[in-house]
């Protein structure tokens, strides 16, 4: 595509109620990247994907959280048992190859739970 | 571990007058390089400028130059004859060259909130 595509835009949840987030990066870009960003807050880093390869998950903030990239393209981040301090826009970018380069986000998932 | 750090958490600033958002780092990395993006109210991150530490020169793109003081530890964002379009959330990012390809993804700093007033 022509650039990182987020589903949904917006997600209301109730606490206690699992959620899938998807990111679809562009089209042959290697790396992809979810990132987390509280309200007034910068960026906080969850994880990384590099193609196939199993991802780093130590950024990610609980065992609630869990990630996959089927196909080296299309992203899955999951939020099980959501709690309300889960509420914040999730952030997915890709970049070409994972050096130093820039990366392309999408427009995000703003993420309520109640 | 890398930490970035904007002092300036909101400014206004008159239309046509030229801007500098600061922005300090710290890392114990030799090589790496430093990220400017732009987040208007849509959300969406916008690449604006990129400076490499071993780069000589200040980067710049268009109205957009970085002030790069390495010993400093400095990578502020100037802004040249700001526009009404430039009022939005302003994030500087750093990351290791050799961060084994992206591992650790850019370390952001908390952003500034830039107001640009006609």
């Known amino acids: 595509g022509a650039g990182v595509s987020q589903s949904p835009s917006n997600k209301v949840t109730e606490k206690g109620k699992d959620v899938e987030l998807r990111c679809d990066p562009i089209?042959?870009?290697?790396?992809l990247y979810w990132y987390r960003q509280s309200l007034g807050q910068g960026l906080e880093f969850l994880i990384y994907?590099?193609?196939?390869?199993?991802?780093?998950k130590s950024g990610l903030p609980s065992d609630r959280f869990s990630a996959e990239r089927t196909g080296g393209s299309v992203s899955t981040l999951t939020i099980q048992r959501t709690q309300q301090e889960d509420s914040a826009v999730y952030l997915c970018?890709?970049?070409?190859?994972?050096?130093?380069?820039?990366?392309?986000f999408g427009s995000g998932t703003q993420l309520s739970v109640l | 571990a890398q930490k970035i750090t904007q002092t300036q958490p909101g400014m206004f600033v008159q239309e046509k007058e030229a801007v500098t958002l600061d922005c300090t780092y710290d890392t114990s990395d030799q090589s790496y390089g430093l990220f400017w993006y732009k987040q208007p109210s849509s959300g969406e991150m916008i690449f604006l400028i990129y400076?490499?530490?071993?780069?000589?020169q200040n980067a710049t793109e268009g109205r957009y130059s970085l002030n790069f003081q390495k010993a400093r530890k400095s990578a502020n964002l100037v802004i040249s004859a700001s526009q009404l379009g430039d009022s939005a959330m302003y994030f500087c990012?750093?990351?290791?060259?050799?961060?084994?390809?992206?591992?650790?993804?850019?370390?952001f700093g908390k952003g500034t909130h830039l107001i640009i007033q006609p």
């Open positions: 089209s042959g870009h290697t790396a």
């Open positions: 990012a750093m990351r290791d060259v050799y961060s084994g390809g992206g591992a650790d993804g850019l370390t």
């Open positions: 994907f590099q193609g196939n390869s199993a991802p780093d």
């Open positions: 970018a890709s970049s070409l190859t994972g050096l130093n380069e820039k990366l392309f």
């Open positions: 400076q490499g530490s071993y780069d000589e």
